[in-house]
Nanobody, 128 residues
Framework: QVQVVESGGGLVQAGDSLRLSCAAS????????MGWFRQAPGKEREREFV?????????TYYGDSVKGRFTISRNNANTVYLQMSNLKPEDTADYYC????????????????????WGQGTQVTVSS
């Protein structure tokens, strides 16, 4: 059974840093891109793309709102991190980790519908 589990969320102040972790199990994700999405409070139907990394971790891509502040990295095929710096109140959201089948070298995905497996989310709250 595939499981995707996020951790590391919490309450921080504006300007602080936080690192989210994601551990996937139940299969090897060596042919999968891993991504992070977020959903802000009150926006039940809108899940915003944050960052993604190819299966090798060598290629990454970021949403415009986090570019230059967030960094995605993969420790191995099944573990991915999101280092968040200079956090802002507008970063407050539930953060979701997901995996998308993407076997080509350097392949990554940015669309919600491209992702096959999802975690339950971890909450990040940034106070001003």
């Amino acid at each position: 059974q595939v499981q995707v589990v996020e951790s590391g969320g919490g309450l921080v102040q504006a300007g602080d840093s936080l690192r989210l972790s994601c551990a996937a199990s139940g299969r090897t994700f060596s042919s999968y891109a891993m991504g992070w999405f977020r959903q802000a409070p009150g926006k039940e139907r809108e899940r915003e793309f944050v960052a993604t990394a190819s299966w090798s971790g060598g290629r990454t891509y970021y949403g415009d709102s986090v570019k230059g502040r967030f960094t995605i990295s993969r420790n191995n095929a099944n573990t991915v991190y999101l280092q968040m710096s200079n956090l802002k109140p507008e970063d407050t959201a539930d953060y979701y980790c997901a995996a998308a089948y993407c076997p080509g070298y350097g392949c990554y995905r940015t669309g919600v519908k491209d992702y096959n497996y999802w975690g339950q989310g971890t909450q990040v709250t940034v106070s001003s």
